[in-house]
C-alpha cells in the first residue's frame, strides 16, 4: 500500500474539514486512507455519541458526503469511496 501525504489524495481534506465540523468529539474522530487498485478507500471512525450525527436522518448525510467525494474524486480521475467503522463496544 503506498504512503501517501494529506494532499495527494483527493477528497480526504475536505472530509476531515467537514467531519471535524460536524462531530463533538474531535479528539475520537479518525480518517485513515488507502489506495489499491480498486480507488481510493477512506475508513471514518467516530465516538458513539457522534455516529448518528455522521450518519444523519434516513442515512442522508453519509449519503451526501459519498456523492460529493464521487464528484471529488471524477476531477481527480479516482473512484473514491467512503467506508464508516461502528465504533468498539
Given at each position: 500500500m503506498?504512503?501517501t501525504?494529506e494532499?495527494?489524495?483527493?477528497?480526504?481534506?475536505?472530509?476531515?474539514?467537514?467531519l471535524?465540523?460536524l462531530?463533538e468529539?474531535r479528539?475520537?474522530?479518525?480518517?485513515e486512507?488507502?489506495?489499491?487498485?480498486?480507488?481510493?478507500?477512506?475508513?471514518?471512525?467516530?465516538s458513539?455519541?457522534?455516529?448518528g450525527?455522521?450518519?444523519?436522518?434516513?442515512?442522508?448525510?453519509?449519503?451526501?458526503?459519498?456523492?460529493?467525494?464521487?464528484?471529488?474524486?471524477?476531477n481527480?480521475?479516482?473512484?473514491?469511496n467512503?467506508?464508516?467503522?461502528?465504533?468498539?463496544?
Open positions: 503506498p504512503v501525504t494532499t495527494e489524495v483527493p477528497g480526504l481534506e475536505f472530509l476531515r474539514y467537514v471535524e465540523a462531530v468529539d479528539d475520537q474522530l479518525s480518517i486512507s488507502s489506495i489499491d487498485q480498486l480507488g481510493i478507500l477512506l475508513t471514518v471512525r467516530v458513539d455519541r457522534d455516529m450525527k455522521l450518519i444523519g436522518k434516513g442515512g442522508q448525510t453519509v449519503k451526501a458526503l459519498r456523492t460529493l467525494l464521487r464528484i471529488l474524486g471524477g481527480a480521475s479516482q473512484r473514491i467512503l467506508k464508516i467503522l461502528e465504533p468498539a463496544v
